[in-house]
């Protein structure tokens, strides 16, 4: 059984079934030769000399290019077109004469960027929260890949793949509860978005059953956790080893709630969906790990990055809605995904819980959430959804999106929906997913 597969069967298999082939669906991750040849190979580069790692990089970078000369019609017609010989290419440099990837050019070029010597693959879709959702395929090692590289990074700070158990604040689709078991992953998903004061107690429970000893999810979620339990007086100091945050862009008020609450480190890493790029949170800043890919920063701090781990589908000079600054040897890392909504009780959502895929969307060009926040009384706990549809929405349409975004929101906040012919742009021209309007 594939992993794909057995991640569509952990998602709907009811959680006795779970719990009792648990062991069977956690050995097909941690014990296939995959991500322990991987996981190895990050655990020996730790001791290996600068020089020997840039030689690995390019040695990893080179064979990418072969392959998707090869293999991938798109790249073969593109470093013919700009003079690119990948078999005599001598410094990793030189791949900047191929010209950058957008998601836009993905989109347009999708069928001839996928290699056709692999077969076993499965598609992931990003969502979505710069606009246009992006639909990638990728070969079925790269998710041992993807996991080795997790889990070298997690037990820098305590982590066992083998024994660990983690509370994970990430996720959608709890059915109207708020826990799921996840086998898979060793884990238990706690919904993200239901975190208030009369809530907290039940989720401190269950965490407490399971023998959490590591949290890992939305920044603006745990720290939700964390304020709830501060108000209430709930000791919660000492209980975790360690905090890994994902998705969001953190701040420093969250990570000195975080840790003033739970009184333990919180780490992150950075990366994406489309599986090109991976970087490490070293004190500060961050490291790009340079056996997951080769990244080069423009001269306006775009990433431009070269994945290694997924073959199916390379994205080979892919240029990232994010950027990056140098700080020190590191780099500090800006993403989009910026804003929060918030819900009557102090419930926080956070832009990446509003990432949604659904049939309907394909009708609408583009979607923007905007809430009054302040003190006015009758706008609390409600956001409007503005929608750019393609062509002309029925009512029943306008209220399938609605469902949408309810469903994802929860019961915190009443959704809204406003067909509308433009979006709202910042002063610099950027799109943001969340405005927010304050009324006092």
Known sequence: MGIALLKKLNTCMPDPLKQMAAPVIRAKLIYNTEFQKQFNTLEK???????????????????????????????HKIFDK??????????????????????????????????????????ATTGG??????????????????????????????????????ASFRGTDFHGGFIKYNPLYNEIQLNPCEINTETISEYIKRMESFGVDFLHGFPSAIYSLCKCAKQLNIDLKNKYKAVFLISENIYDFQ???????????????FGHT??????????????????YGYVQIDTDGSIICTGFINQKMPLIRYRLDDTATPYYDLFKIEGHRDGV????????????????????LDKIANYQ??????????????VEVNV????????????????????????AITVQVNVVRAMEYTSRGKYKLIIQRVRG
């Open 341 to 360: 909504l918030y819900g009557n009780d102090g419930e926080i959502i956070s832009a990446a819980m509003l990432e949604v895929h659904s049939p309907i």
């Open 388 to 411: 750019i549809p393609f062509n002309n929405l029925t009512e029943r349409e306008i209220e399938s999106v609605r469902d949408l975004f309810q469903n994802k929101i929860g019961l």
């Open 45 to 75: 580069a730790q001791y290996s000399s600068a020089a020997d790692i840039e030689k690995m990089q390019f040695e990893k970078l080179k064979a990418v290019l072969i392959h998707a000369y090869e293999h991938v019609p798109y790249y």
């Open 274 to 291: 489309e599986r090109a790029v991976f970087a490490e949170q070293i004190g500060g800043g961050y490291r790009f790990n340079p056996l």
């Open 82 to 123: 700009c003079g690119l010989n990948v078999y005599n290419i001598k410094d990793s440099s030189e791949i900047s004469k191929i010209p950058t990837l957008d998601k836009a050019e993905i989109i347009a070029n999708f069928d001839e960027l996928q290699a056709d010597d692999i077969d076993d693959f499965y598609s």
């Open 369 to 382: 959430f905007d809430e009054i926040v302040g003190l006015v009384e009758k706008y609390k706990g409600t």
């Open 255 to 269: 990570r000195k709630m975080i840790k003033e609450v739970l009184e333990c480190d919180t780490f992150a890493f």
């Open 129 to 166: 929260s710069t606009g246009t959702p992006l639909k990638v395929n990728l070969d079925r090692d790269s998710i041992y890949k993807e996991r080795a590289f997790i889990y070298h990074f997690w037990e820098q700070h305590g982590y066992s793949y083998k024994s660990s158990k983690m």
